[in-house]
T-cell receptor
Framework: EPEVTQTPSHQVTQMGQEVILRCVPI?????FYWYRQILGQKVEFLVS????????KSEIFDDQFSVERPDGSNFTLKIRSTKLEDSAMYFC??????????????FGAGTRLSVL | SQQGEEDPQALSIQEGENATMNCSYK?????LQWYRQNSGRGLVHLIL?????REKHSGRLRVTLDTSKKSSSLLITASRAADTASYFC??????????FGTGTRLQVFP
């Protein structure tokens, strides 16, 4: 069964460093998402991406964050200068249909980001 | 309460018992979905119920939706130890995002 894959599973970085989290969405999906989950808290929406541009973003997704689909398969989240509070589990998700349809999002296993 | 609050926060039962989790939300929705998360893992979609539906079944899962009360419940019948996980409701509207609830941690003892 097709699945969303994320790499790495765990990323450790120093505060102020740039990190890139990588995701390979399901191949025929058109809408892509990033969410994050701080330990013990609820899953929070960060950004959605469709047709090579951001379609929606949350307040969390400030200028330190960016997303890119550099080729036909990868979808990346970049954090330019990490802060301690960026430590969280980051989930990538994808769906074939957009919000007008039943928006069942398929999630990857996540990347645990630890900022020291 | 916040969008997508669930209760109980934690639930412990014996194998074979039923588990019921509740979710409340605040805004208008197109659908409500339930996801499962095993410890430290990703979210797995379980079931979706549309705003014009009142009840839906999938295997041992039963979901109800009451849009007048802005609430939903997830019932897992005949629970198994493998059902141990966190369960989240998530609401979908006309925007892209899903808004997740706070989750219920279910522990099923063999």
């Amino acid at each position: 069964e097709p699945e969303v894959t994320q790499t790495p599973s765990h990323q450790v970085t120093q505060m102020g460093q740039e990190v890139i989290l990588r995701c390979v969405p399901i191949s025929n999906h058109l809408y892509f998402y990033w969410y994050r989950q701080i330990l013990g808290q609820k899953v929070e929406f960060l950004v959605s991406f469709y047709n090579n541009e951001i379609s929606e973003k949350s307040e969390i997704f400030d200028d330190q964050f960016s997303v890119e689909r550099p080729d036909g398969s990868n979808f990346t989240l970049k954090i330019r200068s990490t802060k301690l509070e960026d430590s969280a589990m980051y989930f990538c998700a994808s769906t074939r249909q957009g919000p007008a349809a039943e928006n069942i999002q398929y999630f990857g296993a996540g990347t645990r980001l630890s900022v020291l | 309460s916040q969008q997508g609050e669930e209760d109980p926060q934690a639930l412990s039962i014996q194998e074979g018992e039923n588990a019921t989790m509740n979710c409340s939300y605040k805004t208008s929705i197109n659908n409500l979905q339930w996801y499962r998360q095993n410890s430290g893992r990703g979210l797995v979609h379980l079931i979706l119920i549309r705003s014009n539906e009142r009840e839906k079944h999938s295997g041992r899962l039963r979901v109800t939706l009451d849009t007048s009360k802005k609430s939903s419940s997830l019932l897992i019948t005949a629970s198994r130890a493998a059902d141990t996980a966190s369960y989240f409701c998530a609401t979908g509207d006309n925007t892209d995002k899903l808004i997740f609830g706070t989750g219920t941690r279910l522990q099923v003892f063999p």
